[in-house]
């Protein structure tokens, strides 16, 4: 058998196609992984530094800014790409016009947040935040010059100018505790995060010595790239309101401290997410390949995706939800003991987070993205749904199981209640049995 496995491991590595994107996975890796020491190492000790009413404030602040952040986008990331890489010779055409409508889409949500955010219970000094972290957002229009690198399979520019953003980012906080400046200072470094990262992205394509962009501005083409992304545009919205509603909500119902309370849990129990969504990245073309081969050997091949994931999400879970409150006492202090609970729980919503993964890469291979869109839609209902009938009841831990429930809901039992992708909830509920791992294909 380890014979065979070295053959394998032998084909693979010398394949052209893994030559070619293995260094843009390899940093796309490094990059991932530095994120997560940074988030871990600075972000919790900012939190411990902030202490949970203030750090619950900072992670408002973010939520409310992220549920519009997508409008800004406009859906275009997959949209340039494709056209870019069919069309390179139009590519300043399709940057430029891109640039200029994700500069208008910025400009028009900031005004939308500070109309939203006069809606709330806020004060003064919290809807300032808002609008200083809002104001990154037009920052992101240069993020045109990632769909280049995309389109050229260059993703490694990109990764070094989000890591040179890290380190800066990560530098000015470490200074920022040591010299114990107030919230005011960490919300403005968030601001400045996203120039830095513009710049960096800026130089980048200046050094590729292929000319500017900027000037460029095609209506047809404009009407054309939002004609295919405004489907996408909802879908990002969905995704934040499903992702990042409970905080607001939290805020709005319990208070700020409770916020940082729930936060605190949350990053520890999200930081891994990226684990599958790149282990899945890496194998889901040999899945697709093997369809072409046998029909069977495709269906092993995902069930076998399927219950390794999952399976890699409970072994995260168990001892975590066992050590949670001494997880979150030995990383944030004594103070955020609140968030231990909190943590046994929503720490399973990995499980469904992993199904979701797997199961939308198959639907889009499958030519069935809609499906995609109901199921975060549902998702999100279910949240919102919960979130108002548990946190008053349970508090904090309302707002877990609402996120365990839901994304149960949407990775899961969804996938039942349609004739098309009930091959997926039958694999999805083998996985959880640990059915599918076996030598053999």
Known sequence: MLNKL?????????????????????????????????????????????????????????????????????GLDSIVVRDLVGNPEGRNVYLGT?????????????????????????NFTTNLYIFIVASGIIFQSFEVIDFYFQSKILVKFVSICRIIQLL???????????????????????????????????????????????HYFNLAIAKKMLSDSWPLIFSGLIVMLYMRIDQIMIKEMLGEKEVGFYSAAVRLSEVWYFIPML????????IVSAKRINEDLYIVRLQRLYTFLVWVAILVALPMTFLSNAIVVFLY???????GSVLAIHIWAGVFVSLGVVSSSWLINENMQRVTLYRTLSGAIVNVVLNLVLI????????????????????????????????????????ILFKGIRIGY
Request: aromatic share 18%.
């Open 392 to 431: 008053p009841i349970y508090g904090l831990l309302g707002a877990a199981i609402a996120t365990v429930i839901s994304y149960t809901i949407a990775g899961l039992l969804f996938d039942l209640f349609n004739k098309k992708t009930r091959i997926m909830f039958r694999m999805k509920v083998n996985a």
């Open 6 to 74: 070295r053959s394998w491991l032998l084909k693979i590595s010398m394949h052209s196609g893994v030559r070619r994107y293995a260094p843009n996975a390899s940093w796309m890796l490094g990059e991932q992984l530095l994120r997560m020491l940074a988030g871990v190492l600075v972000g919790i000790w900012v939190a411990r530094y902030l202490g949970p009413e203030q750090f619950g404030i900072f992670s408002y602040v973010f939520a409310f800014v992220a549920l519009f952040s997508s409008v800004a986008k406009l």
């Open 168 to 214: 800066f980012s990560s530098l000015v906080r470490i200074y920022l505790v040591l010299s114990g400046q107030d919230l005011f200072w960490f919300v403005v470094v968030t601001l400045i995060d996203q120039v830095v990262l513009a710049l960096s992205l800026y130089l980048a394509y200046r050094l590729q010595k292929i000319g500017s962009f900027y």
């Open 98 to 122: 891109a640039f200029w409508l994700k500069f208008l889409g910025a400009v028009f949500t900031l005004f939308f947040v500070c109309i939203a955010s006069a809606f709330t219970t806020n």
């Open 333 to 339: 202090g004594a103070a955020y003991q609140n968030a």
């Open 279 to 286: 282990i899945t990245q890496s194998v889901f073309p040999a």
